[in-house]
């Protein structure tokens, strides 16, 4: 019999190399207007921070949420690569100086060590408007009003009520003395969860879902969202940069507030299993249609990098 776990890692490499080829694609095909070329410098540095690298965790969930209601894969890496674009922006811009100041990222340097500050900027800026870009295009979905409803979704998780509002407050937690659990919640709800939470619900808004079962997907990305977040902060202090492929230990260096620093480690890996059991059952109305996506919650809870 095969080893489960095997068996996801092996499927979730070939969505990744999937969604590799789907952004080599896309990278390689920005229009541009009139007769000035695209610079060559800045095409460098987003494919440094956009290729090579990553579990692509996001566009997994959007691929698998999307296959329970029968769109192709091939289709689904489309609208992942989309959410891709704007998770390495944000990485590209977290992990510049007067924000979290990184040397490594995905075992590499990161895109302003690479090239320069100004470079990395203007990357970031340029994927997550390719992100958009590429969601208004027919190859994403055939109905216009689908594609609209997935650039609101998708604005809406990475704007100023999701993703950069989260790491707007993450910086004024920093400031803080101490800071409560509500606030630590709804913090990483925002800057880690809300693009994992749109992965889910992208899925099932391309496959034309119920409200029931889109509602579903949500609750099903918010529980993982959180399992994500936990689990990173578990990492930052049980595991090593070499393992990691970026820094340790940053968050107790700066005194930041987590979970892990409120409840203590033996508390979160319970909170974490917790989170698992609470995934479980919220997919339980899919049925074995369903199994790779609690795989994908396993994954995400006790993954080890």
């Known amino acids: 019999m095969a080893n489960p776990e095997q068996t996801f890692k092996e499927l979730l490499d070939t969505h990744a190399r999937t969604v590799e080829r789907t952004l080599e694609i896309l990278l390689g095909d920005i229009p541009f207007e009139g007769e000035i070329a695209r610079p060559s410098r ?9 290729l090579d690298g990553g579990k692509r965790l996001r566009p997994f969930l959007v691929m698998e949420s999307a296959s329970l ?8 890496a489309i609208a992942g690569s989309a959410l891709e674009c704007i998770h390495c922006y944000s990485l590209v811009h977290d992990d510049l ?12 340097p990161t895109t302003h060590k690479a090239y320069d500050e100004a470079t990395a900027i203007l990357a970031g800026d340029a994927l997550l408007t390719l992100a958009f870009d590429i969601l208004s295009r027919e190859e994403t ?3 216009a009003e689908t594609r609209i409803k997935l650039v609101k979704l998708f604005a809406q998780t990475s704007g100023l009520g999701g993703m950069v509002g ?11 003395a101490s800071i409560s659990e509500d606030e630590i919640l709804t913090l990483q709800a925002m800057k880690t969860g809300a693009l994992i939470r749109c992965a889910c619900e992208a899925g099932a808004i391309l496959g034309n879902a119920s409200g029931e079962d889109r509602q579903r997907l949500l609750q099903f990305g918010k529980i993982i969202g959180q ?7 578990i990492l930052d202090v049980t595991s090593d940069t070499k393992t990691m492929g970026k820094q340790v230990a940053k968050d107790a260096d ?14 979160s890996q319970q909170k974490a299993r917790y989170l698992l059991e609470e995934a479980v059952n919220t ?12 795989e994908a919650a396993r994954f995400t809870i006790e993954r080890k990098n």
């Open 254 to 267: 700066k005194g930041k507030g987590t979970l892990v620093s409120l409840y203590g480690l033996e508390a």
């Open 166 to 176: 989260g790491q707007m407050l993450d910086l004024e937690a920093e400031k803080q």
């Open 69 to 76: 209601f029968g769109v192709s894969a091939q289709q689904a």
């Open 141 to 143: 979905h055939g109905d």
């Open 97 to 108: 100086p007067a924000m979290d100041d990184d040397d490594l990222r995905r075992g590499k």
């Open 283 to 294: 997919l339980q109305p899919f049925g074995d249609k369903a199994e790779i996506l609690i």
């Open 42 to 50: 800045l095409m460098g540095a987003m494919r440094h921070s956009a």
């Open 227 to 233: 399992a994500f977040q936990l689990a990173d902060d």
